[in-house]
Protein backbone atom coordinates (compact mmCIF):
# COMPACT_ATOMS: atom_id res chain seq x y z
CA UNK A 1 0.00 0.00 0.00
CA UNK A 2 0.91 3.47 -0.72
CA UNK A 3 -0.33 6.24 1.55
CA UNK A 4 -0.29 9.67 -1.29
CA UNK A 5 -1.69 12.52 0.86
CA UNK A 6 -2.70 13.54 4.07
CA UNK A 7 -5.68 15.76 4.54
CA UNK A 8 -7.60 17.59 7.36
CA UNK A 9 -9.93 20.72 7.85
CA UNK A 10 -12.92 22.36 9.42
CA UNK A 11 -15.31 24.82 8.47
CA UNK A 12 -16.68 27.99 10.33
CA UNK A 13 -19.24 30.43 8.64
CA UNK A 14 -17.58 33.21 6.52
CA UNK A 15 -18.65 34.81 3.54
CA UNK A 16 -16.89 36.53 0.60
CA UNK A 17 -16.42 39.68 2.12
CA UNK A 18 -14.47 37.64 5.38
CA UNK A 19 -12.29 35.93 2.24
CA UNK A 20 -11.38 39.37 0.50
CA UNK A 21 -9.87 40.24 4.37
CA UNK A 22 -8.29 36.68 4.31
CA UNK A 23 -6.49 37.44 1.07
CA UNK A 24 -5.23 40.98 2.03
CA UNK A 25 -4.24 39.83 5.35
CA UNK A 26 -2.02 37.05 3.43
CA UNK A 27 -1.08 39.06 0.47
CA UNK A 28 0.01 42.57 2.02
CA UNK A 29 -0.09 42.16 6.03
CA UNK A 30 -2.69 44.44 5.72
CA UNK A 31 -6.99 44.53 7.18
CA UNK A 32 -9.40 47.62 7.19
CA UNK A 33 -9.87 47.59 10.63
CA UNK A 34 -7.73 49.34 12.97
CA UNK A 35 -5.40 46.51 13.73
CA UNK A 36 -1.53 46.76 14.96
CA UNK A 37 0.47 46.84 11.73
CA UNK A 38 3.64 45.28 13.62
CA UNK A 39 1.30 42.21 14.85
CA UNK A 40 -0.37 41.96 11.20
CA UNK A 41 3.18 41.19 9.77
CA UNK A 42 4.49 38.84 12.51
CA UNK A 43 0.94 36.82 11.91
CA UNK A 44 1.37 36.70 8.22
CA UNK A 45 5.27 36.07 8.50
CA UNK A 46 4.46 32.87 10.57
CA UNK A 47 3.32 31.53 7.88
CA UNK A 48 5.91 31.14 5.51
CA UNK A 49 4.18 31.34 2.62
CA UNK A 50 5.79 30.60 -0.86
CA UNK A 51 2.75 30.60 -2.95
CA UNK A 52 -0.40 32.29 -2.85
CA UNK A 53 -3.46 32.41 -5.46
CA UNK A 54 -7.02 34.23 -5.30
CA UNK A 55 -8.92 31.42 -7.61
CA UNK A 56 -12.64 31.98 -8.88
CA UNK A 57 -14.22 29.15 -9.06
CA UNK A 58 -18.03 27.67 -7.94
CA UNK A 59 -17.28 28.67 -4.91
CA UNK A 60 -14.07 31.70 -4.45
CA UNK A 61 -10.94 30.57 -2.10
CA UNK A 62 -7.45 31.56 -1.21
CA UNK A 63 -4.93 28.67 -2.04
CA UNK A 64 -1.68 29.33 -0.27
CA UNK A 65 1.46 27.15 0.30
CA UNK A 66 4.32 27.22 2.27
CA UNK A 67 7.27 24.45 2.19
CA UNK A 68 5.30 21.75 2.36
CA UNK A 69 1.17 22.09 2.92
CA UNK A 70 -0.78 23.70 1.16
CA UNK A 71 -4.20 25.26 2.27
CA UNK A 72 -7.53 26.05 0.53
CA UNK A 73 -9.95 28.69 2.35
CA UNK A 74 -13.13 28.98 0.48
CA UNK A 75 -15.53 31.68 0.89
CA UNK A 76 -18.06 30.20 3.25
CA UNK A 77 -15.60 29.18 5.40
CA UNK A 78 -14.30 26.07 4.55
CA UNK A 79 -11.01 25.40 5.09
CA UNK A 80 -8.81 22.42 3.62
CA UNK A 81 -5.22 21.42 4.48
CA UNK A 82 -3.03 19.11 3.07
CA UNK A 83 0.47 17.51 2.57
CA UNK A 84 2.02 14.81 0.95
CA UNK A 85 2.62 11.77 2.71
CA UNK A 86 6.79 11.97 4.01
CA UNK A 87 7.53 8.50 5.88
CA UNK A 88 5.69 9.18 9.40
CA UNK A 89 2.21 9.78 9.16
CA UNK A 90 1.43 10.62 12.58
CA UNK A 91 4.06 13.12 11.92
CA UNK A 92 2.47 14.36 8.63
CA UNK A 93 -1.36 14.90 10.97
CA UNK A 94 1.08 16.53 13.83
CA UNK A 95 2.52 18.87 11.00
CA UNK A 96 -0.61 19.99 9.49
CA UNK A 97 -2.76 20.41 13.03
CA UNK A 98 0.01 22.02 14.51
CA UNK A 99 0.28 24.59 11.37
CA UNK A 100 -3.74 25.48 11.61
CA UNK A 101 -3.96 25.54 15.26
CA UNK A 102 -0.28 27.55 15.56
CA UNK A 103 0.01 29.53 13.01
CA UNK A 104 -3.43 30.22 10.62
CA UNK A 105 -6.03 29.93 13.72
CA UNK A 106 -4.32 32.54 15.69
CA UNK A 107 -3.83 34.86 12.24
CA UNK A 108 -7.29 34.59 11.72
CA UNK A 109 -8.76 34.98 15.01
CA UNK A 110 -6.63 38.32 15.33
CA UNK A 111 -7.62 40.10 12.04
CA UNK A 112 -11.51 38.58 13.02
CA UNK A 113 -11.10 39.94 16.58
CA UNK A 114 -13.46 43.16 16.40
CA UNK A 115 -17.02 42.94 16.06
CA UNK A 116 -19.43 40.61 18.07
CA UNK A 117 -17.65 38.40 20.31
CA UNK A 118 -18.26 34.46 19.95
CA UNK A 119 -19.72 33.27 23.17
CA UNK A 120 -17.78 31.38 25.29
CA UNK A 121 -19.53 28.12 25.05
CA UNK A 122 -18.47 28.03 21.51
CA UNK A 123 -15.22 29.78 21.82
CA UNK A 124 -13.84 27.08 24.59
CA UNK A 125 -14.90 23.96 21.98
CA UNK A 126 -12.32 21.71 21.13
CA UNK A 127 -12.01 20.69 17.59
CA UNK A 128 -11.67 17.25 16.63
CA UNK A 129 -10.26 17.16 12.88
CA UNK A 130 -11.07 14.29 10.80
CA UNK A 131 -8.55 12.64 9.28
CA UNK A 132 -8.28 11.94 5.39
CA UNK A 133 -5.79 9.57 4.09
CA UNK A 134 -5.21 8.85 0.65
CA UNK A 135 -3.83 5.59 -1.00
CA UNK A 136 -3.77 3.06 -3.49
CA UNK A 137 -3.17 -0.31 -3.48
CA UNK A 138 -4.75 -0.99 0.06
CA UNK A 139 -5.65 -4.38 1.37
CA UNK A 140 -8.44 -4.64 3.68
CA UNK A 141 -5.32 -6.02 6.55
CA UNK A 142 -3.53 -3.71 5.58
CA UNK A 143 -6.14 -0.31 6.16
CA UNK A 144 -6.91 -2.73 9.57
CA UNK A 145 -3.38 -1.91 10.83
CA UNK A 146 -3.58 1.59 10.04
CA UNK A 147 -6.56 1.91 12.10
CA UNK A 148 -5.00 0.06 14.97
CA UNK A 149 -2.08 2.43 14.80
CA UNK A 150 -4.26 5.36 15.44
CA UNK A 151 -5.95 3.70 18.71
CA UNK A 152 -9.48 3.76 15.97
CA UNK A 153 -12.09 1.40 15.24
CA UNK A 154 -13.36 0.82 11.84
CA UNK A 155 -16.81 1.56 11.54
CA UNK A 156 -17.77 0.87 7.94
CA UNK A 157 -16.37 0.13 4.59
CA UNK A 158 -17.48 1.52 1.11
CA UNK A 159 -16.29 -0.36 -1.73
CA UNK A 160 -16.94 1.15 -5.54
CA UNK A 161 -15.42 0.13 -8.60
CA UNK A 162 -13.18 3.06 -8.78
CA UNK A 163 -12.25 3.36 -4.77
CA UNK A 164 -12.74 2.60 -1.13
CA UNK A 165 -13.79 4.47 1.62
CA UNK A 166 -12.81 3.23 5.28
CA UNK A 167 -13.96 5.29 7.78
CA UNK A 168 -13.44 5.73 11.73
CA UNK A 169 -14.43 8.27 14.44
CA UNK A 170 -11.61 10.37 13.21
CA UNK A 171 -10.23 8.78 10.31
CA UNK A 172 -10.77 8.08 6.70
CA UNK A 173 -8.55 6.21 4.14
CA UNK A 174 -9.66 6.59 0.75
CA UNK A 175 -7.99 3.97 -1.63
CA UNK A 176 -8.10 5.52 -5.16
CA UNK A 177 -8.40 2.99 -8.03
CA UNK A 178 -9.85 4.98 -10.73
CA UNK A 179 -10.94 8.18 -9.67
CA UNK A 180 -7.92 11.21 -10.02
CA UNK A 181 -6.38 12.96 -7.15
CA UNK A 182 -8.76 16.31 -7.93
CA UNK A 183 -12.03 14.10 -7.52
CA UNK A 184 -10.71 13.04 -4.22
CA UNK A 185 -10.03 16.56 -3.27
CA UNK A 186 -13.62 17.82 -3.98
CA UNK A 187 -14.63 14.29 -2.22
CA UNK A 188 -12.64 14.93 1.01
CA UNK A 189 -14.16 18.82 0.94
CA UNK A 190 -17.62 17.89 0.81
CA UNK A 191 -17.16 15.13 3.54
CA UNK A 192 -15.73 17.96 5.80
CA UNK A 193 -18.38 20.47 5.34
CA UNK A 194 -20.84 17.98 5.95
CA UNK A 195 -18.91 16.78 9.25
CA UNK A 196 -18.50 20.17 10.26
CA UNK A 197 -22.09 20.93 9.62
CA UNK A 198 -23.48 17.83 11.34
CA UNK A 199 -21.16 18.71 14.22
CA UNK A 200 -22.53 22.28 14.68
CA UNK A 201 -25.52 21.55 14.94
CA UNK A 202 -24.82 18.53 17.46
CA UNK A 203 -23.17 21.00 19.72
CA UNK A 204 -26.13 23.09 19.60
CA UNK A 205 -28.17 20.23 20.87
CA UNK A 206 -25.59 20.22 23.75
CA UNK A 207 -26.18 23.72 24.37
CA UNK A 208 -30.13 23.73 24.39
CA UNK A 209 -29.89 20.19 26.61
CA UNK A 210 -27.14 22.36 29.15
CA UNK A 211 -29.27 25.28 29.43
CA UNK A 212 -32.27 23.89 29.87
CA UNK A 213 -31.20 21.38 32.30
CA UNK A 214 -29.68 24.23 34.91
CA UNK A 215 -32.97 26.48 34.65
CA UNK A 216 -35.02 23.34 35.46
CA UNK A 217 -32.75 22.21 37.88
CA UNK A 218 -33.51 25.70 39.83
CA UNK A 219 -37.27 25.59 38.68
CA UNK A 220 -37.80 22.22 40.37
CA UNK A 221 -36.48 23.28 43.82
CA UNK A 222 -39.85 25.59 43.88
CA UNK A 223 -38.00 28.19 45.84
CA UNK A 224 -35.27 30.17 46.35
CA UNK A 225 -33.04 32.56 48.71
CA UNK A 226 -33.28 36.47 48.41
CA UNK A 227 -29.18 36.23 48.32
CA UNK A 228 -29.15 33.83 45.03
CA UNK A 229 -31.28 35.69 43.14
CA UNK A 230 -28.94 38.35 41.29
CA UNK A 231 -26.57 35.58 40.51
CA UNK A 232 -29.00 33.39 38.97
CA UNK A 233 -30.49 36.62 37.20
CA UNK A 234 -27.02 37.16 35.77
CA UNK A 235 -26.70 33.66 34.55
CA UNK A 236 -29.95 33.74 32.55
CA UNK A 237 -29.26 37.21 30.92
CA UNK A 238 -25.82 35.07 29.70
CA UNK A 239 -27.87 32.57 28.23
CA UNK A 240 -30.44 34.52 26.52
CA UNK A 241 -27.48 36.49 24.46
CA UNK A 242 -25.49 33.06 24.01
CA UNK A 243 -29.24 32.11 22.82
CA UNK A 244 -29.78 34.63 20.24
CA UNK A 245 -26.04 34.90 19.36
CA UNK A 246 -26.78 31.37 18.16
CA UNK A 247 -29.98 31.72 16.82
CA UNK A 248 -28.54 34.11 13.88
CA UNK A 249 -26.13 31.82 12.94
CA UNK A 250 -28.63 28.76 12.89
CA UNK A 251 -30.80 31.25 10.83
CA UNK A 252 -27.49 31.74 8.15
CA UNK A 253 -26.97 27.76 8.01
CA UNK A 254 -29.62 27.11 5.40
CA UNK A 255 -27.76 29.46 3.06
CA UNK A 256 -24.27 27.62 3.43
CA UNK A 257 -26.21 24.30 2.99
CA UNK A 258 -27.99 24.92 -0.45
CA UNK A 259 -25.18 26.76 -1.92
CA UNK A 260 -23.02 23.40 -1.20
CA UNK A 261 -25.90 20.83 -2.08
CA UNK A 262 -26.71 22.96 -5.13
CA UNK A 263 -22.68 22.88 -6.30
CA UNK A 264 -22.31 19.44 -5.16
CA UNK A 265 -25.07 18.43 -7.53
CA UNK A 266 -24.04 19.62 -10.47
CA UNK A 267 -19.73 19.25 -9.67
CA UNK A 268 -18.96 16.40 -12.62
CA UNK A 269 -15.97 15.90 -9.98
CA UNK A 270 -18.02 14.00 -7.05
CA UNK A 271 -20.06 12.04 -9.96
CA UNK A 272 -18.22 8.85 -9.15
CA UNK A 273 -19.09 9.39 -5.18
CA UNK A 274 -22.72 9.35 -5.30
CA UNK A 275 -23.49 6.58 -3.45
CA UNK A 276 -21.52 7.88 -0.77
CA UNK A 277 -22.89 11.40 -1.01
CA UNK A 278 -26.29 10.63 -2.03
CA UNK A 279 -29.07 12.98 0.22
CA UNK A 280 -26.19 13.79 2.69
CA UNK A 281 -27.41 17.32 1.98
CA UNK A 282 -30.79 16.76 2.19
CA UNK A 283 -30.68 14.98 5.51
CA UNK A 284 -28.56 17.71 6.94
CA UNK A 285 -31.43 20.13 5.92
CA UNK A 286 -34.06 17.95 8.45
CA UNK A 287 -31.82 18.18 11.25
CA UNK A 288 -31.46 21.76 11.02
CA UNK A 289 -35.29 22.23 10.67
CA UNK A 290 -35.38 20.28 13.77
CA UNK A 291 -32.63 22.40 15.46
CA UNK A 292 -34.49 25.54 14.67
CA UNK A 293 -37.61 24.62 16.35
CA UNK A 294 -35.25 22.88 19.46
CA UNK A 295 -34.10 26.67 19.76
CA UNK A 296 -37.02 28.11 19.43
CA UNK A 297 -38.39 26.25 22.38
CA UNK A 298 -35.15 26.82 24.14
CA UNK A 299 -35.40 30.77 23.49
CA UNK A 300 -38.74 30.71 25.05
CA UNK A 301 -37.74 28.86 27.80
CA UNK A 302 -34.79 31.09 28.48
CA UNK A 303 -36.98 34.21 28.16
CA UNK A 304 -39.62 32.95 30.26
CA UNK A 305 -37.79 32.55 33.10
CA UNK A 306 -36.13 35.42 33.00
CA UNK A 307 -39.29 36.83 33.48
CA UNK A 308 -39.92 35.10 36.60
CA UNK A 309 -36.37 36.02 38.06
CA UNK A 310 -36.80 39.61 37.24
CA UNK A 311 -39.95 39.24 39.21
CA UNK A 312 -37.87 37.89 41.93
CA UNK A 313 -35.33 40.39 41.79
CA UNK A 314 -38.25 42.78 42.18
CA UNK A 315 -39.83 41.78 44.71
CA UNK A 316 -36.80 41.26 46.95
CA UNK A 317 -35.29 44.82 45.98
CA UNK A 318 -38.75 45.95 47.38
CA UNK A 319 -38.43 44.10 50.42
CA UNK A 320 -34.69 45.94 50.51
CA UNK A 321 -36.23 49.15 50.30
CA UNK A 322 -38.96 48.57 53.31
CA UNK A 323 -35.96 47.50 55.05
CA UNK A 324 -34.23 51.07 55.16
CA UNK A 325 -37.77 52.42 55.11
CA UNK A 326 -38.18 50.60 58.58
CA UNK A 327 -34.51 51.32 59.93
CA UNK A 328 -34.76 55.31 58.78
CA UNK A 329 -38.14 55.86 60.27
CA UNK A 330 -36.75 54.88 63.72
CA UNK A 331 -33.99 57.52 63.43
CA UNK A 332 -36.27 60.28 62.34
CA UNK A 333 -38.89 58.78 65.19
CA UNK A 334 -36.04 59.13 67.71
CA UNK A 335 -35.17 62.45 67.25
CA UNK A 336 -38.64 63.53 67.20
CA UNK A 337 -39.91 62.52 70.33
CA UNK A 338 -36.13 64.00 72.08
CA UNK A 339 -37.12 67.40 70.08
CA UNK A 340 -40.97 67.07 71.61
CA UNK A 341 -40.22 66.07 75.33
CA UNK A 342 -37.84 68.95 75.17
CA UNK A 343 -38.65 72.82 76.57
CA UNK A 344 -35.27 74.08 75.55
CA UNK A 345 -33.41 74.36 72.36
CA UNK A 346 -31.17 71.01 72.31
CA UNK A 347 -27.36 71.87 73.22
CA UNK A 348 -24.65 69.35 72.35
CA UNK A 349 -24.13 67.48 75.40
CA UNK A 350 -21.79 64.31 76.36
CA UNK A 351 -25.25 62.16 76.73
CA UNK A 352 -26.46 63.38 73.50
CA UNK A 353 -23.29 62.44 71.89
CA UNK A 354 -23.45 58.83 73.43
CA UNK A 355 -27.53 58.86 72.56
CA UNK A 356 -26.75 59.38 69.22
CA UNK A 357 -24.20 56.56 68.78
CA UNK A 358 -26.50 54.20 70.53
CA UNK A 359 -29.04 55.11 68.29
CA UNK A 360 -26.53 54.37 65.49
CA UNK A 361 -25.39 51.25 66.72
CA UNK A 362 -29.09 49.81 66.89
CA UNK A 363 -29.67 51.27 63.95
CA UNK A 364 -27.57 49.61 62.05
CA UNK A 365 -27.87 46.56 64.12
CA UNK A 366 -31.34 46.59 62.83
CA UNK A 367 -30.34 47.36 58.79
CA UNK A 368 -28.35 43.98 59.23
CA UNK A 369 -30.93 41.99 60.84
CA UNK A 370 -33.09 43.11 58.30
CA UNK A 371 -30.67 42.49 55.32
CA UNK A 372 -30.13 39.10 56.95
CA UNK A 373 -33.56 37.99 57.05
CA UNK A 374 -33.73 39.54 53.49
CA UNK A 375 -31.36 37.61 52.42
CA UNK A 376 -32.28 33.73 53.74
CA UNK A 377 -35.99 34.84 52.90
CA UNK A 378 -37.14 31.87 50.62
CA UNK A 379 -39.11 33.60 47.19
CA UNK A 380 -41.29 31.11 45.98
CA UNK A 381 -40.91 29.77 41.93
CA UNK A 382 -43.79 29.79 39.85
CA UNK A 383 -43.16 28.50 36.44
CA UNK A 384 -46.15 27.13 34.00
CA UNK A 385 -45.47 23.51 33.53
CA UNK A 386 -46.80 21.49 30.50
CA UNK A 387 -49.92 19.49 30.75
CA UNK A 388 -50.09 16.33 31.89
CA UNK A 389 -54.09 15.21 32.22
CA UNK A 390 -54.77 15.38 28.34
Not at 106 to 115: D, V
Not at 171 to 178: A, E, K, S
Amino acid sequence: MEIKRVYVGGWFQRTRLHLGEIYDFLRDADSPLALDKEELVKLRDSLDIKELVLTVDRLEYVYLKSDVIEVRIYEDGLIVLTTTHSHDLQADIGSLTKYYEERLSPAFSYIFSLGAPVPKELANIKTVYPYFVTTTGATGERVGQLFDEFHQKQYLAINHEQFDVYRGDKLYVIDQHGVTDEEVMRFIEEQIFVREFRGQLHRYLNLHRNIWERIAEVNERGQMQGSEIPAFKAKIDQYKKTIDFIGTRINQMDTYLNTRKSIADGDERLKSFQDVLGYKHETLADTLEYINDIWDLTKQYVDSAAKVFSDLAAASTSNNVKNLTIVTSMGVGATLIGLFTTKSVPEFTVFGLIYFLALAVVGYGVNKGLGWWAAKKQYGIKTIELAKDL
